[in-house]
């Protein structure tokens, strides 16, 4: 596929992350959404009027699979249903663009991950956060040596708590992986990312101690964590921490990222799209900070509720399905991330350390 070529798009799974990538396929341009396949009529009808033409229904991601009208798809269905929706999509050889988190469980993670090898199309695991105009800026200048040798990376998100879904399925770990693999994976993929290793051990103190303590479903109460602080130690000596809290609708900035080094700390702020630069000058010296902003397109902060990110992510994988540019994101990248919100699961259940090596890795 050229870079003149018209891409057809599927979506698989049409509920509110997939008004999401609607919008930004639509900004982006170079082609057009032909298919779209859900099991829920009214989620059917919905992305329809957001698509704004008429495009093929479906079921299931076989149908669509088999209908012939589609080159790549975009993954949006619930997380316990990816790996058996991937099935048939690889088997018709198209590009894949599937969010996040890859799969819930360990086994089906890297069973994906196992079968994308030998994959011979575009196969991309959608993880917004890297693309974040100022999160991209803040990691090029990590890994240009900004701070020095980098030794700790913070990760702050306070925000609100799950939105309802479709059949309130994101209210249950068995559906979701967990909040540590269903919202998480983000910043464990962003960790890896950031600090260029992979991780030996995993401690995470967490619980479900403010939302949905007072909802029903068929008689069960959820099971998501709802607040928690997460290390991670990476191979080169780097430790992580992520500190979690999805009651805190009330904050300024719902992301802070701070990477320290021996030279100095680089924070950014999301959604100011500042990055803030304090060298080390000293316990008694005058400090020397600079901040600077990282401006996002009106247009692409329009389009969504991840900061321009899904944009700039659609534009990358686009690129990689005409064979104009790497896949940034791999299935690999997807089942580590997946693995690392598991071990904080478990850690945050058992109350002990988890190695990676306990999960295979």
């Known amino acids: 596929m050229g870079s003149t070529d018209t891409i057809r798009w599927g979506l698989v799974g049409t509920g509110m992350m997939a008004l999401e990538h609607i919008a930004n396929i639509k900004l982006l341009g170079g082609g057009t959404i032909t298919a779209i396949a859900d099991p829920v009529p009214a989620c059917l009808d919905r992305a329809q009027r957001a698509i704004g033409h008429d495009v093929a229904r479906f ?7 088999a209908s ?13 249903t990816h790996r058996d929706v991937l099935g048939p999509l690889m088997d018709a050889g198209l590009h894949i663009l599937c969010e996040k988190p890859l799969a819930t469980t360990l086994d089906d993670a890297r069973a994906v991950a196992t079968a994308v090898k030998g994959y011979d199309r575009t196969f991309w695991t959608a993880m917004e956060y890297r693309f974040m105009p100022p999160v991209s800026e803040f990691v090029a200048q990590i890994h240009a040596g ?3 040798q980098l030794q700790m990376l913070s990760i702050r998100e306070h925000r609100f708590p799950f939105l309802v879904k479709v059949g309130d399925w994101n209210r249950f770990a068995v559906n979701t992986g967990g909040t ?3 919202k998480c994976c983000h910043f464990f993929d962003l960790m890896r990312h950031v600090v260029q290793a992979e991780p030996v051990r995993v401690y995470c103190s967490g619980a479900m101690d403010v939302n949905h303590r007072d909802e029903r479903y068929d008689g069960r109460t959820p099971d998501i964590i709802d607040n928690s602080y997460t290390v991670v130690d990476f191979a080169n000596g780097v430790r992580a921490m992520l500190d979690l809290c999805m009651f805190a609708d009330g904050a300024e900035q719902q992301e802070e ?3 320290t080094g021996d030279k100095a700390r680089l924070d950014v702020l999301i959604p100011a799209g500042d990055l803030v630069f304090s060298p080390r000058v000293g316990f008694l010296q005058p400090k020397q900070v600079s901040r600077w902003h990282v401006e996002t397109p009106p247009d692409a902060l329009a389009a969504g509720q991840h900061h321009g990110s899904t944009f700039f992510q659609h534009r990358h994988f686009a690129a990689a399905v005409r064979g104009e540019g790497p896949v940034i994101v791999t299935a690999n990248d997807g089942y580590r991330a997946v693995a690392m919100g598991l071990a904080a699961e478990i850690s945050a259940r058992e109350r002990r350390v988890v190695t990676m090596a306990e999960l295979g890795l």
Do not use: Q, R, T, Y
Not at 59 to 65: G, P
Not at 71 to 78: H, L
């Open 180 to 182: 540590m693999v269903e």
């Open 257 to 259: 990222i701070l990477a």
């Open 68 to 80: 012939g009208l589609v080159d790549a798809v975009v993954v949006v269905s619930p997380n316990f």
């Open 59 to 65: 079921a299931d991601s076989a149908a669509l699979a």
């Open 146 to 148: 900004k701070v020095g």
